[in-house]
């Protein structure tokens, strides 16, 4: 990337979805040269539209909650949104169509929703309230302590602070079971939990935390963007722009390229033509070039990252062991008339809600009656049809593919169209004969004027999502926070990621979180702070076995050789504080290595050196005291006569320490010991 901007860090980024642009944009106001690859000749990933006969569909997401999210991302670019976007506020916000022909209409009206309610269950609107309440809570406590920030630590996250909220969240307890708390009303009960299909996942599975998506729509609203969320991919590509960052479209990766312990840029895919003018005032980019950078954010879907552009298959195949979101089948239907039966957002759910999403998630197919969405854009913007028409887009959800596709030649031999014909004919029979019953629409394909079709093979090779899952990673409890997969690489530290896998999670306003949160950790690994825990998944793993053997022998009161004791009980501090140690170190000679720095940044090799100095004055000092917090052990075992030089078999009985070490401390000044004599005594013993 020679473009005169050499003095400069440089870093590339790979996929201008939601996350790609918003972290292309804020590195270069960081004073990052930039290049992001998008293999689409439009920015927005999976926000884009389909434009024909004057009909515009909205591909991917057709809702908008907490619009401040979208507000700070422009604000992080140097933009303001209002200079480019137009919000439109839905209200109702969707209206939801039950299996017995009854129906319900969310708004912010509290004295209609109150008349409403109290017709399904009595006293229903006051557990509405509580609802709300609590949703409210778990936002901004979640929102505070988990989402909003990134962890450097398993013991960030798992804090006792964390730990407390997690219990008063109730994170472990299921959402609909939460929601059963309410009401009683199974209808009710389905209407306040459907929400998790936002981010593809069920609410018998989800925690009860997401109780805050109900919230967000009433108090913070259902929007809608004029002209359509593309729009919004747009206007963020235009600020990244502005802001310094370069774009290429139509351009593929077909590897990261690595060196040692970091990445070094990017392979383009080979095609053929060459080069080309991308639209959006991007550029294209030719195939088989290589394209080096001091940093890469890769912001395409990050199970699918792992297994098709890195070198490492392990690490792919133990993602492919998580939990996916759903998939979903889709219909973009333009018809010739309008039908006013239909309110912009419209739900549909099955009689059977529990069994449609054991089908989906467990099964992995099209449920026997699923429960559905339709949006009609042109209800609130007349210019996403023709006048007198009506744009539909309707939403099945499905199970994701069952098995992860390295996305080979062999993958493509398969016929998405032959393999899904089924599922996709018995979704759309299911989808009209229940606009039949419910809204007395029974001439929709007589007014069919054209019709496409999106299924999970579609959303896994035209996006790369992994399994076809629409929402990337699902969200259980063992798949958030610091236990989802990192924004930075273990092993590739230069190498970073965004997007729906990765921390936050799933839905467009964390997406554009994910994008701050990548970035924030990149500028503090390049300040030469340590941004990754020393302590990974397999030092959790022996530190659940040090902690249960401890237990264990202090239930059996098992008697331990000197030996053993400070296998038990010191070595394994020493060994934590010398990984702690080398972790620093590692990330300071690699902040070293780093050819080019912010200017702001060049301070930070003197810190660090003189970091590494205390560092190792405090390891000393703190593996003396580990030390010689044994010694008093010692010298009262020695008194009583239980142990003697050299080493006798005892050292004490671990189910009576505390009480042994209370009883030393008391007679500790009698026996005329003192802690200096300990510290020496430590040094000689070991």
Known sequence: MEDGTSARPTAIVIGAGFAGISAAGRLARAGYSVTCIEKHATPGGRCCEIVEQGHRFDVGPSIILVPSAYREAFTAMGDDLDRHLDFLRVDPCYKIHFHDGTSLELTADLQRMEQQLETFERGSFKNFLSLLRQGHDNLHKTLAAIAHRNFYSLFEFFSLKNGLLIWKLGVLRKHYSYVSAHFSDPRLRAAFSFQDMYIGVSPFDAPSTFSLLQYTEFCDGVWYCRGGLARISDALAASAQAAGARFLYSTEVDRIQVSGSRVTGVTLKGRAGGSSEGEGGGEGGGGGVTLTADVVVCAADLPWAYRNLLPDKVPAESMSKLKYTSSAIMFYWAVDRQ???????????????????????????????????????????????????????????????????????????????????????????????????????????????????????????????????????????????????????????????????????????????????????????????????????????????????????????????????????????????????????????????????????QRCTVETQQLRVYMLRAGAVLTVLALAYTTPWDNYLVYKGIWSYPPGRVLVSIGFCIMCMCRYMRICMYEGTCIGLCTICACLHV
Not at 441 to 461: C, G, M, N, S
Request: aromatic share 10%; proline share 6%; charged share 20%.
């Open 339 to 601: 039908y006013l039966q239909l309110e912009t957002h419209n739900m549909f759910l099955a009689q059977d809600f529990k069994g449609s999403f054991d089908e989906i998630f467990q099964k992995h197919q099209l449920p026997e009656e699923p429960s559905f969405y339709v949006n009609v854009p042109s209800r609130i913007d007349p210019s996403a049809a023709p006048s007198g028409h009506d744009t539909l887009m309707v939403l099945v959800p499905c199970g994701c593919i069952k098995e992860p596709s390295s996305q080979s030649a062999s993958a493509h031999d398969v016929d998405p169209q032959t393999e899904w014909a089924e599922s996709v004919e018995r979704a759309r029979r299911t989808v009209l004969a229940r606009l039949k019953s419910d809204k007395g629409i029974v001439d929709l394909k007589e007014h069919l004027k054209f019709e496409r079709v999106y299924t999970p093979h579609d959303w896994a090779y035209r996006f790369n999502l992994e399994r076809g899952s629409c929402f990337g990673l699902s969200h259980t409890f063992l798949q958030l926070g610091f236990l989802r997969p990192h924004n930075q690489h273990a092993a590739y530290r230069n190498l970073f990621f965004a997007g729906c896998s990765t921390h936050p999670g799933s839905g467009l306003p964390n997406v554009l979180l994910s994008a701050r949160l990548c970035v924030e950790r990149l500028l503090m690994h390049s300040a030469g702070y340590q941004t990754q825990s020393p302590v990974g998944l397999p030092g959790v793993a022996a530190g659940v076995v040090w902690l249960s053997l401890v237990v264990r022998l202090a239930q059996t009161h098992f008697e331990l050789s000197y030996l053993g004791f400070h296998c038990l009980f010191t070595l394994p501090f020493v060994g934590l504080l010398a990984a702690r140690l080398r972790a620093r170190m590692l990330a300071e000679e690699e902040t070293s290595d780093t050819p080019k720095k912010l200017p702001q940044l």
